[in-house]
């Protein structure tokens, strides 16, 4: 396989194999039918834009499948789109699947899902222990294959299993310096507080909303389940309370879908905790194929702000 998308710059030529993450139909000014296609390999996607499309078109390019194009990256609107020149559907002659072109964390599930595992192992409280332990264990599977959403941050294979082990120890961090903390409150909200998203998602590829997501989103699906494990392992103290105001709490204010702001110093580090790993990964993604004295596309997702590489970073120390 050729290198992968992220490593092209506007002008390159490219003849290569994507996996059709999303296809999307539109009708242009001239009243033609067009295919919007999200194409991605392993280091990440690119829009491209297949015009005067067929039905026949419609019906072999769309979502999961796999496809052989020649193109070259170019700009629109100052954002990378792929002009494609031509483009097939694979065949088992190509030798290619699935597998190949799919994003995931670069740490293991089964590592991620023992540092998760030792976090809770840790904790004093019996309540909170029991019922993390509890819901971990229900949702595991789904939880260690999951994407932590379906754009912007760690939206790839595990990431939302990275994305807590990467909050986990950003807390750990942080709390030896600020000792008031309960590690316990904390390490239990970061583990929960997005784990209502393996039911409000429908999975790593082609990443879309549930039924229930759309009707309840990941944040009052937790909250539920905080309170059903409670009634199940026969737990009525204020833990179950604070768990739920964890997950509650986690977006920081109504406007960014939080039913209720921080009101324990737990639930306002593990918000900022959230938002520091999120806009982490959003700027490393965007800075990606970016070169070192160049600016990125505009990220929507970051107040659609166009960020820059330093150059200094590249010139070798002069000892």
Not at 137 to 148: L, N, R, T
Request: proline share 4%; glycine share 6%.
């Amino acid at each position: 396989m050729s290198k992968g998308i992220v490593h092209y710059r506007t002008g390159d030529s490219l003849d290569s194999y994507f996996l059709i993450k999303t296809a999307m139909k539109g009708t242009a000014s001239n009243g033609k039918p067009f295919l919007t296609l999200i194409l991605s390999d392993n280091t990440g996607e690119i829009e491209a834009k297949l015009w005067s499309c067929s039905p026949e078109d419609e019906a072999t390019f769309k979502s999961k499948e796999i496809v052989h194009i020649i193109g070259e990256l170019s700009e629109f609107r100052g954002k990378n789109q792929l002009k494609i020149n031509s483009i097939r559907p694979t065949t088992a002659m190509d030798n290619v699947k699935i597998a190949d072109f799919i994003r995931s964390a670069p740490i293991s599930p089964e590592e991620m899902l023992e540092k998760v595992t030792q976090y809770i192992f840790d904790m004093r409280n019996a309540n909170i222990q029991r019922i993390t332990r509890h819901l971990l264990k229900k949702h595991q599977d789904a939880f260690i294959e999951s994407p932590a959403a379906t754009k912007n941050h760690h939206e790839f294979v595990s990431g939302l299993a990275y994305h807590v082990v990467s909050m986990l120890d950003l807390a750990k961090s942080i709390s030896v310096l600020y000792p008031s903390l309960d590690t316990d409150l904390l390490y239990a909200g970061i583990i929960l507080h997005d784990l209502g998203k393996v039911k409000e998602l429908s999975g790593p590829i082609d990443t879309q909303y549930t039924i229930e997501g759309k009707l309840l989103g990941h944040i009052t699906i937790m909250v539920n389940e905080i309170g059903e494990a409670s009634k199940e392992l026969g737990i009525d103290g204020e833990e179950v309370l604070i768990l739920q105001h964890l997950v509650l709490s986690h977006h920081g204010k109504g406007e960014w879908g939080s039913p209720k702001p921080p009101l324990i110093r737990e639930a306002e580090i593990l918000h900022m905790i959230d938002n520091v790993d999120a806009k982490m990964n959003m700027m490393d993604r965007a800075l990606e194929r970016v070169q070192p004295g160049e600016f990125s596309d505009r990220v929507h997702a970051l107040e659609n702000r166009s960020l820059y590489k330093p150059s200094f970073h590249e010139k070798p120390l002069d000892i």
